[in-house]
């Protein structure tokens, strides 16, 4: 490759290149973030191969959090690399799009499995544009900006448009049109007249989900997104013939029409136990009956599943045991469900006529659609016996409250637990117009005045069911480290997140070096606790070595034969550490910790199979050092430090011809090997600088050491000279690397600085630690204990007037009817995303938590529980599956609900590693909603 002095490359038979590799990475940058300011709906993005765009990156230097990518990953691990990277070739699209189907542009089939950031990229228009000119190629995959949710709005690239599979009545053809979310029934009608050839007029299309007839589809401007359409379901066709409408009964056993209706309209009142309506169409009226399994039967004139509407709910078949369908990876959504539909006071609350406590003013609800679709939800539930329902509706409302649950990926059920219940408060938010409150500091009052005070003035905004039976109350002490400022609040909660202590340990294998040159690299095990963080390592390291009082250890990652990263932070958790890792230590004297740091890299030259020189290249080996300069520093002081730190690899042979005054020590002092090998390295870079003398040279050629010395940058891929009078800037990290030659293995062991063991080796002699139990209530303990703030967390203390990592205590103050505990099974951090498998022993009976709550009602009020329902999630972070555990409380008798699949389970079978989310109800507790019957108690 010949760059040209106008700035123009010149490769693959002189084609021109106008751009270098920075310069494309500055264009690009600069379109995205004008792209990013300007987000209107509408916008095209275009979804780029993740391979090929890694590619682009590493050729054009972009580091690895540019675009969210995470090392660990398989298309970034190269990203970290020392030589030159080739100009990647034509944009290929290939690995993301089904093959095989012969369709382009927005109707292209991507994988349906395709993930953003691992998968896939989206690049705004403009940015495509130039890359497209840069490098050709495709296909191209443009894909449009919509917006989503009617209470947060968001923006997102719609990468997967609604796929539909059409029916066609007349010959029961099918074929498959895609469409936006955001199209509208008319352009529906548009598209499917036109591919089946008939016209609008004589046409009406039903959502023919399941096979089953559920409603007309309306020519009107209601969108597809509204219509709850789902992904890849059916619509049916159907074409007037002479004033007639096929019959909805179909075909005989000959093929021909059994009959032909009318026209009519298709509408009928839903109802639920032959109860009236709601003013929307929702049926009201429910005996508690039936909630607690009488024989009642079920009056759907059109559920939305299809299921038989005839049929009878009995003992046998009774209510609380319908399955959910899954709609595309919504068992996270299925199981959050089937835990609240079986929750005794919701189900008291939903059977009943709530249409009053409906909040359409509320901004931050969904005008009550979302708790009017869970309310028909469960009632569903409770009334088609064994029959599975598809929660089509629900899912709609809930992505309009929530967008980031709309699609069909997989995602966490506790958080869509949180904003499931948040939407529903909102909804059924008794405060129609919210008081403005300014809340006031303890200043030393009595903690029962302070809670009773916060406690009013929360009711006072918000007032629901929700709050009723799922919110309590948690005491929070924050100390200032400076001046002991304590400040005290009270504030509500609605579930409770415990972390998973654990006493499992694990071992680490580091490899300390010597920054001084005293002594040769040595691999050390620790054992550490398994969740610690790094500031656990480098205790236990210290301890191994024997660090003295007056030196430091810098703990670093070693990959790909250069400092990935340096381990400086003592509270970034040891599981960003993987066992195939490879760690370094390096030891140096404490005050040598204010001066310049200098990391020395090394290369040695590879040769093509063809004789020509030309073809070689230089690839980065061995371990990489790190030594300190004096200050001030020059070429020259670099040149004595890198002999200095390599002073322990010289082999002996070599000594017995150097030494000078060791009094018969082979190694001598850090100081006497640094003088008596000044003389041993040819320092150069190109065609000459040298850094040493003529009689130095001399020397030294006669000494046949050949070692060049050159400064580098980040990406090693830019060497520079040293000059002996050039001075170094004080502070900054200086890069060094040293490219071998055959003979300098002569002099240098280069074997203590290969092959670095990794952090932890697994293999067949190794034994794998079994997972211990870990106790509930040390779950419990560990989230009530006291802390020091994350630094990302920073308090604002009121009398430093400055942000502090202050010391937080929670202790639990008042419990609310239906408690709920999210187990902290998933940890996520800039390098690395885990699910931990702990088994946490939870109790089902009597759960006693009088000793955590520290106010004590003049009612009494029990703080005992008993379970009721567990979320529970399978595998791991990729391919995981939930599924959930719920109690039918007047049976006394436990199911497992797995999507459409319900089954019975016994007690003993509940308490397992997958447990995720657990529901408790108070024992004996009777609250009063204002509606009707006390809740059923225990």
Not at 539 to 560: I, K, M, N, Q
Request: glycine letters at 6%.
């Amino acid at each position: 490759m010949t760059i040209l002095d106008s700035g123009y490359m010149m490769e693959n038979g002189g084609v021109g290149i106008p751009f270098t590799p920075e310069e494309e990475k500055r264009i690009v940058l600069e379109l995205t973030n004008k792209a990013e300011a300007n987000l209107e709906e509408g916008n095209l993005y275009y979804v780029v191969s993740n391979r090929w765009f890694a590619s682009w990156q590493k050729y054009t230097g972009q580091d690895i959090d540019t675009y969210l990518f995470n090392k660990h990953s398989t298309d970034s691990q190269s990203l970290v690399l020392s030589k030159p990277i080739d100009r990647p070739g034509s944009i290929d699209n290939s690995d993301i799009v089904v093959t095989g189907i012969d369709t382009k542009g927005d109707d292209l089939e991507l994988h349906r499995t395709l993930e953003e950031g691992r998968d896939y990229v989206l690049v705004p228009q403009q940015v495509w544009e130039k890359l497209f000119d840069w490098y050709k190629g495709g296909p191209a995959l443009p894909r449009k900006l919509i917006s989503q949710g009617d209470v947060n709005k968001q923006f997102n690239v719609e990468v997967f448009p609604l796929c539909l599979k059409i029916i066609d009545s007349r010959d029961n053809s099918q074929s498959v049109i895609k469409l936006s979310k955001k199209a509208s029934l008319h352009e529906l009608y548009e598209r499917v007249c036109a591919l089946r050839g008939t016209e609008p007029e004589k046409a009406r299309i039903w959502d023919y989900f399941n096979k089953q007839k559920h409603e007309i589809l309306e020519d009107s401007n209601k969108t597809l997104e509204k219509s709850e359409l789902q992904m890849g379901q059916d619509i049916l066709l159907e074409v007037q013939v002479d004033g007639f409408w096929p019959s909805r009964f179909g075909k005989d056993s000959t093929g021909n029409e059994l009959a032909l209706i009318p026209i009519e309209p298709s509408r009928s009142s839903l109802t639920i136990a032959g109860g009236p309506t709601l003013s929307n169409g929702h049926s009201t009226s429910y005996d508690s009956s039936f909630y607690r399994g009488s024989t009642l039967t079920s009056g759907f004139a059109d559920m939305e599943d299809g299921s038989d509407t005839s049929r009878t709910a009995t003992k046998a078949d009774r209510g609380g045991l319908a399955g959910l369908q899954n709609l595309g990876n919504t068992c996270f959504m299925n199981s959050a469900i089937q835990c609240l539909v079986h929750t005794p006071p919701l189900v008291e609350y939903f059977l009943q006529d709530y249409t009053d406590e409906i909040n359409d003013q509320n901004p931050l609800g969904l005008h009550g659609e979302l708790a009017l679709a869970f309310g028909e939800l469960l009632r569903k539930l409770w009334s088609s016996g064994r029959t599975p329902i598809a929660p089509r509706a629900f899912k709609v409302k809930l992505a309009r409250f929530a967008p980031q649950f709309s699609g069909y990926n997989q995602h966490d059920s506790q958080e869509l637990l949180a904003f499931l219940l948040d939407g529903l408060h909102e909804d059924l938010n008794r405060v129609k117009q919210k008081p403005y409150i300014e809340t006031k500091d303890s200043d030393g009052r009595p903690d029962e005045e302070v809670a009773d005070e916060c406690w009013r003035y929360h009711k006072a905004r918000n007032d629901s069911i929700i709050v009723d039976v799922c919110q309590g109350q948690y005491k929070s002490t924050l100390v200032c480290p400076v001046c002991s400022k304590i400040s005290i609040t009270f504030d509500p909660f609605m579930y409770l997140s415990l972390p998973l202590p654990s006493t499992v340990t694990r071992t680490m294998t580091v490899t300390v070096f010597y920054s001084d040159g005293s002594g040769l690299p040595m691999p050390y095990t620790v054992t550490v606790l398994k969740h610690g963080c790094w500031k656990d390592l480098n205790l236990g390291l210290a301890t191994a070595c024997c660090l003295r009082s007056d030196e430091s250890l810098l703990l670093a990652e070693v990959y790909e034969h250069r400092i990935y990263r340096y381990l400086d932070s003592p509270l970034e958790p040891l599981s960003s550490i993987k066992d195939d890792d490879h760690i370094v230590a390096y030891r140096f004297p404490k005050k040598w910790a204010e001066l310049t740091r200098l990391e020395i890299c090394h290369r040695f030259l590879e040769k093509c199979l063809s004789d020509n020189l030309n073809c070689s290249e230089r690839k980065l080996f061995l371990t990489p050092l790190v030594t300190y300069l004096g200050n001030p520093q020059t070429g020259a002081d670099i040149d004595l430090a890198v002999i200095r730190v390599l002073s322990p690899l010289r082999r002996k042979t070599y000594l017995s011809l150097t030494k000078v005054n060791n009094d018969g020590k082979e190694n001598g002092s850090a100081s006497e090997a640094f003088d008596e090998s000044r003389n041993s390295f040819t320092t150069h870079c190109g065609s000459g600088n040298l850094l040493m003398d003529n009689a130095e040279l001399e020397e030294t050629s006669r000494r046949e050491l050949t070692f060049q010395l050159c400064l580098t940058d980040d990406r090693g891929l830019n060497c520079r000279p040293i000059l002996k009078d050039s001075l170094i800037k004080p502070g900054q990290v200086v890069k060094v690397i040293l490219d071998w030659t055959n003979k300098d293995y002569e002099f240098y062991d280069a074997s203590y600085l290969k092959d670095l063991p990794e952090v932890h080796k697994t293999g067949i002699n190794v034994k794998k630690t079994q997972q211990e139990a870990v106790s509930f209530f040390s779950c419990l303990d560990a989230f009530l204990k006291e802390e020091p703030l994350g630094p990302d967390d920073m308090w604002y203390c009121p009398r430093c007037k400055e942000h502090r990592q202050a010391t937080k205590k929670l202790d639990l103050w008042r419990l609310p009817d239906i408690l709920v505990f999210h187990l902290k099974r998933f940890s996520y951090s800039r390098y690395l995303k885990n699910k931990l498998d702990t088994f946490v022993n939870f109790p089902i009976h009597n759960l006693d938590l009088s000793k955590y709550v520290k106010f004590k009602d003049a009612l009494g009020q029990p703080h005992v529980y008993e379970l009721y329902a567990i979320s529970n999630h399978y595998g791991g972070l990729g391919g995981g599956h939930y599924s959930a555990y719920a109690k039918l409380i007047d049976e006394n008798s436990w199911y497992h609900f797995d999507d459409s699949h319900v089954s019975p389970v016994s007690e003993a079978e509940i308490t397992t590693s997958a447990a995720y989310v657990l529901f408790y109800q108070r024992v004996k507790a009777e609250p009063n909603f204002g509606l009707g019957e006390p809740s059923l108690g225990q």
